[in-house]
């Protein structure tokens, strides 16, 4: 049985470098979430998928922030021009779609260093 | 704007003694869930509750759902070292699928 799984796990990054992250979801789950965790703070929504469709976008999600996730299985985040606030924990989450909300199951996380 | 408000931000006490951690909102949620999250990690799901009212138990933990499912509180009785983390609660809204995190509670257990 695997989980929500990412990569990679850590990454420090100077700033204004271009990062991506990765998010393999449990296999037949078809919604796909990111959030961002800051220390000390629950997670925050970010955007999120159903299938390859991208639904819903956070005002946090900037314009140097882009999600996909082209075969509706994983999904990739990429943050353009990296900045020092930029540093967080960026969190996926999967779900099978059953209602109007579903239970999310999370990956370990990527954390984002910015120096 | 922070919709769900946990309490106590902090908690630290010796294995052995019951404790409670309060989730509460004035917005309703169709549901809530409660997570525990480690350093590093992502948060590990616990428990769903849906309807006003619903009380579950999870081994040592309760979780109880406010009849007007504007509020949720998870009990702990006999707490043990393992139960040490980060304890979320997060709720969801009809029509959104987006999860409202709350701040968090951060619970010590000493031995």
Redesign the interface.
């Given at each position: 049985d695997t989980g929500v799984s990412q990569d990679p796990r850590h990454k420090i990054t100077k700033r204004g470098q271009n990062v991506t992250f990765r998010c393999d979801p449990i296999s037949e789950h078809n919604r796909l979430y990111w959030y961002r965790q800051t220390l000390g703070q629950g997670p925050e929504f970010l955007t999120y998928f159903q299938n390859e469709a991208q639904l819903e976008k956070s005002r946090l999600l900037s314009d140097r922030f882009s999600a996909e996730r082209p075969k509706g299985s994983f999904s990739t985040l990429e943050i353009q021009r990296t900045e020092q606030g930029d540093s967080a924990m960026y969190l996926c989450a999967s779900s099978f779609s059953r209602g109007s909300t579903d239970t999310q199951y999370f990956g370990p996380g990527t954390r984002l260093t910015v120096l | 704007t922070q919709l769900?408000e946990q309490s106590p931000q902090f908690l630290s006490i010796q294995e052995g003694e019951n404790l409670t951690v309060y989730c509460n909102s004035s917005s309703v949620f169709?549901?809530l869930?409660w997570?525990r999250q480690e350093p590093?990690?992502?948060?590990?799901?616990l428990v769903?509750v849906v309807t006003g009212g619903e009380v579950k138990k999870l081994k040592r933990l309760t979780f109880q759902f406010g009849d007007a499912r504007k509020d949720s509180s998870l009990h702990i009785t006999a707490a043990q070292p393992g139960d040490t983390g980060l304890y979320?609660c997060?709720g969801?809204?009809?029509?959104?699928?987006?999860?409202?995190?709350?701040?968090?509670t951060r619970l010590l257990v000493s031995p």
């Amino acid at each position: 049985d695997t989980g929500v799984s990412q990569d990679p796990r850590h990454k420090i990054t100077k700033r204004g470098q271009n990062v991506t992250f990765r998010c393999d979801p449990i296999s037949e789950h078809n919604r796909l979430y990111w959030y961002r965790q800051t220390l000390g703070q629950g997670p925050e929504f970010l955007t999120y998928f159903q299938n390859e469709a991208q639904l819903e976008k956070s005002r946090l999600l900037s314009d140097r922030f882009s999600a996909e996730r082209p075969k509706g299985s994983f999904s990739t985040l990429e943050i353009q021009r990296t900045e020092q606030g930029d540093s967080a924990m960026y969190l996926c989450a999967s779900s099978f779609s059953r209602g109007s909300t579903d239970t999310q199951y999370f990956g370990p996380g990527t954390r984002l260093t910015v120096l | 704007t922070q919709l769900l408000e946990q309490s106590p931000q902090f908690l630290s006490i010796q294995e052995g003694e019951n404790l409670t951690v309060y989730c509460n909102s004035s917005s309703v949620f169709s549901s809530l869930q409660w997570y525990r999250q480690e350093p590093g990690e992502g948060p590990v799901l616990l428990v769903t509750v849906v309807t006003g009212g619903e009380v579950k138990k999870l081994k040592r933990l309760t979780f109880q759902f406010g009849d007007a499912r504007k509020d949720s509180s998870l009990h702990i009785t006999a707490a043990q070292p393992g139960d040490t983390g980060l304890y979320l609660c997060a709720g969801g809204r009809e029509g959104f699928q987006k999860l409202v995190f709350g701040t968090g509670t951060r619970l010590l257990v000493s031995p």
